[in-house]
């Protein structure tokens, strides 16, 4: 039996007055990628920050592998295996590419010295693509580069599941092909991801299952094609984008 591995269970939370998130539930297979859509302050980050132990949730549950990881720091989720990338990029500005990727090998769950944590970390920028840039100032990087170092940053934490918010957003469409190629390649190396993004296009191609949420709420879960062909998803999401596309 495989049993539950990730389950997001009746989960609300509340900003003073504001429900940012209300009763969603649903399961993340092992393996897999599931895709977090929906409309901006629909509470996709928030969902991501209850995961990630950043915020407590004011109800409900987070189980992963049998254990409750709600009310934990977000150092001892990312401890036993969840990690997670910012939409606000926020690398080291100080140290170079190749330093803000060790030291998730150094420090992460999977502590390495210091000599396996650079080895680790040059491995990894060159399967992100910032081989080229190891030894710039992170504060140097370009927007899509930040993308690929904030990967970079959660592979180096060896997570069995990854949260990526955004990280395609501002990518021309060469680059989000390459961002999705190293989202598969990190999928088939066994990490589950859940993964967040506006960009229609990408999110389709990648996700095994979408949950989609509204003002908080859930209101479609399926596979891509089921969610492109939901009448309610259209309604409250698609159909907005696309109206919205149609003007520009
Ligand atoms: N720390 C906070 N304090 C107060 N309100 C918050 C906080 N974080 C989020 N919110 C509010 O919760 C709601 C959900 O926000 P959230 O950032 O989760 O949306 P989102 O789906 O990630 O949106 P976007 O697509 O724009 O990134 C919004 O109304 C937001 O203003
Ligand atoms: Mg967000």
């Known amino acids: 039996m495989n049993g539950e591995f990730l389950r997001i269970d009746e989960v609300g939370m509340r ?3 504001l429900r940012a998130l209300d009763g969603v539930s649903f399961d993340v297979e092992r393996g897999t990628v599931l895709g977090l859509i929906g409309p901006n302050g629909s509470g996709k980050t928030t969902l991501m920050n209850v995961i990630s132990g950043v915020y407590k949730p004011s109800a409900g549950s987070v189980r992963f592998k049998g254990t409750a990881i709600a009310s934990l720091p977000s150092y001892e989720v990312c401890n036993i295996g969840i990690a997670r990338t910012f939409q606000i990029v926020r690398p080291f500005a100080n140290l170079t590419v190749l330093e803000n990727v060790a030291v998730g090998s150094m420090f ?12 680790r970390a040059e491995a990894l920028l060159e399967t992100v693509g910032l081989a080229r840039v190891a030894r710039r100032p992170a504060s140097d990087l370009t927007i899509p580069d930040r993308k690929r170092l904030e990967v970079a940053k959660a ?5 069995e599941v990854l949260l990526l918010d955004e990280v395609m957003a501002g990518l021309n469409a060469t680059e989000v092909d390459e961002a999705l190629e190293l989202l598969r390649a990190v999928n088939a190396r066994g990490v589950t991801l859940i993964v967040v993004e ?5 999110i389709m191609a990648i996700s095994r299952t979408i949950v989609v949420l509204v003002e908080g709420r859930k209101i479609a879960e399926g596979s891509p094609a089921e969610i492109a062909a939901s009448p309610q998803v259209i309604e409250a999401y698609l159909g907005a984008r696309f109206a919205q596309r149609q003007r520009q």
């Open 15 to 17: 900003f003073g007055g």
């Open 198 to 202: 506006h960009l229609m296009k990408a």
């Open 155 to 159: 592979l180096a934490l060896d997570p």
């Open 108 to 119: 992460g769950r999977d502590r390495k010295p210091t000599h396996e944590a650079f080895e």
